[in-house]
């Protein structure tokens, strides 16, 4: 099951073990009810902290049902894949990335394999430049050696003045951090679910509309007509935008042009290079280059 297919519950699927050595728990089913119109507040800061933070480690499938937090949130993994879903959008964020979840925004994760995620909370109001939607970013490695560390740690405290110091660091650099152009809108019809979920799963292969409508057994007029209501435009800009996530994650993870193209379903590089350079105003390999933070002066 995917996000795509996962209902909206009123619960959270949270772990309730011991941590180990390194101060990271591993996730088992185990629930936690909250009524749908609260916040879940156990992970936010305590009194006189301005950063808390939680390690965890999931095992493939594991889904966090809906849910939000009333303090701001960066969610990231050193290891595997997430799914993170917020309304009608879905991100697929493999290491080099992170989201930015402001407070009482409604999200749910699903991790398609083993998962290594560290979360920071952060008090409201402590990265004003940062954007009041949900936006993914690019973890440089100092950005990441910085997540890193706040989870050891565990909390950073506004009186500790070297704590204090890594936080205001710590902000610094995720609002100096590249945003990427990733979300993906979801229709809400289960027929144009099944199409989208198909044409993710088949990346590599150029699947037609016709063919991906036959397999989920609905009409290829409707499903257009679905993606122009729901989503907002024609299936196949759609499509773009899918093949376009999955080159920024690989292109980010160190694949080269050639090979994402082929991995994205293009037989020419050249095309895929042309569709890159449109959309983002710059080729695949010289926008990588423009990923490092812009730190300000």
């Known amino acids: 099951m995917?996000?795509?297919?996962?209902?909206?519950?009123?619960?959270?699927m949270w772990t309730s073990v011991p941590q180990n050595s390194r101060g990271v728990k591993s996730a088992k089913r185990h629930k936690i009810p909250f009524m749908r119109q609260g916040l879940l507040t156990d992970y936010d800061p305590k009194r006189g902290a301005c950063v808390a933070t939680l390690a965890?480690?999931?095992?493939?499938?594991?889904?966090v049902k809906e849910h939000a937090?009333?303090?701001?949130?960066?969610?990231?993994?050193?290891?595997?894949?997430?799914?993170?879903?917020?309304?009608?959008?879905?991100?697929?964020?493999?290491?080099?990335f992170a989201v930015w979840i402001p407070a009482?925004?409604?999200?749910?994760?699903?991790?398609p394999g083993p998962v290594s995620m560290r979360t920071l909370y952060l008090r409201p109001g402590i990265a004003p430049r940062l954007p009041q939607a949900c936006t993914v970013l690019y973890v440089a490695p100092l950005l990441r050696e910085l997540i890193v560390e706040a989870v050891r740690i565990g909390e950073l405290r506004s009186r500790n003045r070297v704590e204090r110091s890594l936080a205001d660091l710590l902000v610094y650099n995720l609002e100096a951090a590249s945003s990427l152009p990733t979300s993906l809108t979801l229709p809400k019809d289960s027929r144009a679910i099944a199409v989208a979920a198909a044409a993710m799963a088949r990346q590599s292969e150029y699947w037609s509309l016709e063919s991906l409508?036959?397999?989920?057994?609905?009409?290829?007029r409707t499903v257009q007509r679905l993606f122009r209501r729901e989503v907002g435009t024609?299936?196949?800009?759609?499509r773009r935008?899918?093949?376009?996530?999955?080159?920024?994650?690989?292109?980010?993870?160190?694949?080269?042009?050639?090979?994402?193209?082929?991995?994205?379903?293009?037989?020419?590089?050249?095309?895929?290079?042309?569709?890159?350079?449109?959309?983002?105003?710059?080729t695949p390999k010289a926008w990588v280059l423009s990923l490092e933070p812009r730190l300000k002066q």
């Not at 965890?56 to 889904?63: H, K």
């Not at 303090?71 to 993170?84: F, L, N, P």
């Open 234 to 238: 024609d299936f196949e800009t759609w």
């Open 2 to 12: 995917t996000l795509l297919e996962t209902s909206v519950d009123a619960d959270v």
């Open 56 to 63: 965890y480690e999931y095992e493939s499938g594991f889904q």
């Open 241 to 282: 935008q899918v093949r376009l996530t999955k080159a920024v994650e690989l292109l980010v993870g160190g694949r080269s042009v050639k090979e994402v193209a082929f991995d994205i379903g293009y037989s020419h590089p050249s095309a895929f290079v042309e569709m890159f350079r449109r959309t983002f105003g710059a």
């Open 213 to 220: 409508c036959a397999s989920a057994g609905v009409g290829v």
């Open 104 to 111: 009482r925004t409604w999200h749910r994760i699903r991790m």
């Open 69 to 96: 937090h009333g303090s701001d949130q960066v969610i990231y993994a050193t290891r595997g894949v997430m799914e993170i879903a917020s309304g009608q959008s879905l991100w697929v964020i493999p290491p080099h």
